[in-house]
């Protein structure tokens, strides 16, 4: 791994360990991200947000890669795995794409999930991916603290 990449890295995971899905979070900064998507056509990701409603709850502090209904209705997501599906495709930190785009191209950034890790690959705005899945929709929460940005797979972990 490059140095400046380690220094991002450890820049992010000093964030990830202060945050965590389960504290206490603005309900009325969530319903504003659900709405941006909603405006935007991620009516399953926003589904998917709606059903953690009373179990745990996002922070605002949280950027969401969210794949498009075609995408997620292909998937097999059952009611028990929709936290650890939404933590798969969140990052700790509210970044906009103009944040993500200084990130070079083999850059980890925590997910969600702590033991897991987002591989940037980065050629520009038309060539961004995280992991497999490519961002085909930035910046689509503009009305809340929490950012999200469409991307065109389910993002897949190597391990
Ligand atoms: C919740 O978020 C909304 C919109 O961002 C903001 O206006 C409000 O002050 C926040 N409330 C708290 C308690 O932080
Ligand atoms: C979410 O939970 C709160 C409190 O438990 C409840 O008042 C509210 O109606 C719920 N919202 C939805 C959309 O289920
Ligand atoms: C995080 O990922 C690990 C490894 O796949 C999994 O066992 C664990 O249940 C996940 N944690 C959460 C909170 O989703």
């Known amino acids: 791994m490059a140095l400046p990449s380690l220094f991002i ?9 202060s945050q965590s899905f389960t504290h206490p979070f603005n309900r009325t900064d969530l ?13 399953g990701f926003a589904m998917l947000l709606q059903m ?11 950027t ?23 933590l798969k495709h969140a990052i700790p930190m509210p970044l906009y794409f103009n944040d993500l785009s ?9 997910s969600g999930n702590s033991s ?9 705005r038309g060539d961004f991916f995280v992991n497999n899945a490519q961002i085909v929709s930035a ?4 009305n809340s603290m929490i950012k999200c940005h469409g991307v065109d797979a389910i993002i897949e972990y190597d391990n």
């Not at 953690?52 to 949280?62: E, I, V, W």
């Not at 897991?116 to 520009?124: A, E, F, L, P, T």
């Open 116 to 124: 897991k890790m987002i591989r940037i690959h980065n050629r520009g």
């Open 31 to 43: 319903q504003a991200a659900i709405g941006d998507m909603r405006a935007k056509s991620y009516y």
């Open 139 to 142: 910046n689509v929460c503009l």
């Open 64 to 86: 969401f890669l969210m794949p498009d209904d075609k995408e997620l209705s292909a998937s097999s997501i059952s009611i028990y795995e929709v936290e650890e599906f939404l």
């Open 102 to 110: 200084h990130f070079p191209t083999g850059t980890l950034v925590p």
């Open 9 to 17: 890295l450890l820049f992010l995971l000093g964030f990830a360990e």
């Open 52 to 62: 953690l409603n009373g179990t745990s709850q996002p922070t605002r502090d949280l």
